[in-house]
Structure formats: structure tokens, C-alpha cells
């Protein structure tokens, strides 16, 4: 059965063209989505990202049980609403999922996750928590709101309280704070600066016709994955799953091999690391036209390897893609297109960072 977030009937009276994405309806686009691109690129638009989920973790074990389940350390988190970027691993060291943890005290974290994965993940967590003094709590009773773009932060500052507005104006990235009821998190998944805010779904409907009011464009799905391909940011299930490592999905920095700690895949990812044979993930620019696309097959000097995610860039004018492919040297590399190789150029990612294209790009 489809599942519908709290925002579903205000996106189809907006004019949304509504698609089943991991098992939920969602807005692909409310007309065009090279518009709704360029609005975040330029000024700032607003998503729906309500399918994520939200599980909070409780107990006197909760770091104990993070230090645990994710590759990153949550020892790194020292102040009230910092928050960290890491993968869930299972033990031969694939990626279950890739998630957000925020410390909100010694006793409680806030994990989210993504929409597609919710089922396996919440099962895993609580296989992991059955060895902890912890409880898990799956926050249905909540909605999210990505707003990002040059613009964003201070269009939803101009909705908050006084008070609000300046602990929201406060945060650095990567870090949280409550407001005015409101869940607001300097974190998001375009490459633009921006929020991602978590409301009460009773307050969910109201907050977005604020956003609209205050000029903030509502964007689709189809947006948010050009920018965050141009942001370099990978997808789950598309650019890293259960049979890929950190290591293989550009995904090192993520992982921490604390002297005195263990975690779930951490005797995998050490073998991998001193074998340093694991595939790489490049990114590709094709200079003539033609665009890259999930599945193509790409050719090294090392080997063959695939296209993840391949978009053409409304930024740049030009197709890029992230690719997996032997470790080694790349030398020449090459796409089949239809049965034809056409040269691409390996460039370092993200290919579009702060709306303007990267050296070399």
C-alpha cells in the first residue's frame, strides 16, 4: 500500500505530478523541474522530505549502542545538537543504510534515515539495541522540511520568534536546535546552505504555506536529485547498498578506526583497507553531448566499471555521473552510450559547490 506523508493533498492542490518513490507518493516536480532547480541554486526552495525517518534513542547505553552500529564515532559528539554523518554496516561491511545521528544529551540521540530502508533499518537497530539498556522510538507523530538555497536560512528566520531567529541564525553546519516547536537542523542534501526542519505533523501544512507565503518555491524529487548529484551526494540503492563498503562509495571520511572501539564490519573494512584493493568512486563529465545514465558501462585502464548516478547538470549544461570502477590507475576512460564508447573525463567531486562550478569543471 502506498503511504502518503501528512503534505500529500497540498502538494496534488499545488499541481505536483506525483510519483511512488520507495513506497511512498511523492511530488516529482509542480511544473519544472529545471525552474525548481535553479530556485534552490539561486534563491531557495523547500522539499518534502516527511518519508524520512525519525528514531529517537533513549537510555543510560545510548552512546554505547551507537559506538556500536555506526562506522562513524559518536564520541565525536560533545555538544548539545552536533550531529554526524555515518553509515550503518552490516558485518561483512556493506552499507545498510547511510543516516544522520544528533547527540541532544548523554541519554538521548536522534537518528534519521532513509525512507526506503525504513522497515530493515528499524529491524536492525532494534536486533543491535537487544545487548542495550536502550529504548527505541519511531517519531510518526513528525514532518520534515528541506529548505535550501543562498536564500533559505534567512526566509525561514523571518517566520521565527525573535528569540528563535537568533538561536537559529546561531548554528554552525551540521548542528540543531529547537525553536519555537520546531526541530531546525543546518544540515541538508543539495550543496546549498540551508535547514532541515522537523515540525509536528498537526503543524506541518500551516509551516509549508508560511514557507510558500515568505517566497520559498516548493521543489520535487526530480530537483532534489540533480542538485544533490551536483553536490556529489550519493543516493541509497543507487550508489551504495548492502554489497558496497564506505570504502567503495567515496565514503572513507566517514569512517572512524578508533583504537578502542568496535563496530558492526569494522574487521571487514580493516581487511579491505590493507588489501587496498577496494573499487573506487570517481565522478565523470562528459564534455560533448550525450548524457550519462544509471547502468552504462564504463572502461578504465584498470578495468570495467558501471555509471551510479548519471543526470545532465542544469548548472553546468552537461552531463556528469558518479561511477564505481577498479581500483588502479583510470587512464583514458570511456562510456558505452548505446553501443558506442564516448570519452569522459574523471574530475574530482562535488562537480558544483556554493551554486558555481568546481575548478577543472
Not at 20 to 37: K, N, R, V
Not at 60 to 81: E, I, M, T, W, Y
Not at 299 to 306: D, H, K, R, Y
Request: charged share 25%; aromatic share 8%; proline share 3%.
Amino acid at each position: 500500500m502506498t503511504q502518503k506523508t501528512v503534505l500529500n493533498q497540498t502538494h496534488r492542490d499545488a499541481g505536483a505530478k506525483m510519483v511512488d518513490f520507495g513506497g511512498w507518493d511523492m511530488p516529482i516536480h509542480y511544473g519544472s523541474q529545471i525552474e525548481e532547480h535553479h530556485a534552490v541554486r539561486n534563491d531557495a526552495g523547500m522539499f518534502d522530505v516527511s518519508h524520512m525517518t525519525v528514531i529517537d534513542v533513549h537510555g543510560d547505553q545510548a552512546r554505547d549502542f551507537l559506538r556500536l552500529l555506526v562506522a562513524n564515532s559518536v564520541d565525536k559528539l560533545a555538544v548539545p545538537g552536533k550531529a554526524l554523518y555515518s553509515c550503518m554496516l552490516n558485518e561483512a561491511g556493506g552499507i545498510i543504510d547511510d543516516l544522520i545521528v544528533y547527540y541532544l544529551g548523554d541519554t538521548f540521540y536522534r537518528v534519521v534515515v532513509n525512507a526506503s530502508t525504513r522497515d530493515k533499518d528499524v529491524a536492525w537497530m532494534q536486533k543491535v539495541a537487544g545487548d542495550f539498556a536502550v529504548r527505541l522510538e519511531e517519531r510518526s507523530d513528525l514532518a520534515m522540511v528541506a529548505v535550501q538555497g543562498p536564500n533559505a536560512r534567512s526566509k525561514v528566520m523571518s517566520l521565527l520568534s525573535a528569540e528563535a531567529a537568533v538561536a537559529a541564525d546561531a548554528l554552525g553546519k551540521f548542528v540543531a536546535c529547537d525553536a519555537d516547536g520546531y526541530f531546525i537542523a543546518r544540515t541538508g542534501y543539495t550543496g546549498e546552505d540551508g535547514f532541515e526542519i522537523i515540525v509536528p505533523e498537526a503543524k506541518a501544512i500551516d509551516f509549508w504555506q508560511r514557507l510558500t507565503a515568505a517566497g520559498v518555491r516548493p521543489c520535487g524529487l526530480g530537483a532534489r536529485d540533480t542538485l544533490r548529484l551536483e553536490a556529489g551526494m550519493a543516493l541509497y540503492g543507487q550508489d551504495m547498498d548492502e554489497t558496497v563498503s564506505p570504502y567503495e562509495a567515496g565514503l572513507a571520511w566517514t569512517v572512524a578506526l578508533d583504537a578502542d572501539r568496535n563496530f558492526i564490519g569494522r574487521i571487514a573494512l580493516e581487511k579491505q583497507k590493507a588489501e587496498g584493493n577496494a573499487r573506487q568512486m570517481i565522478g565523470l563529465v562528459m564534455d560533448e553531448k550525450g548524457v550519462l545514465r544509471h547502468g552504462q558501462a564504463v572502461f578504465t585502464a584498470s578495468g570495467q566499471g558501471e555509471i551510479l548516478s548519471g543526470t545532465f547538470s542544469p548548472t553546468l549544461s552537461k552531463a556528469i555521473a558518479l561511477a564505481r570502477v577498479p581500483a588502479g590507475d583510470n587512464g583514458a576512460v570511456e562510456v558505452d552510450i548505446r553501443g558506442k564508447r564516448h570519452p569522459v573525463r574523471v574530475v574530482k567531486y562535488p562537480f558544483v559547490r556554493n551554486g558555481k562550478p568546481q575548478d577543472g569543471i
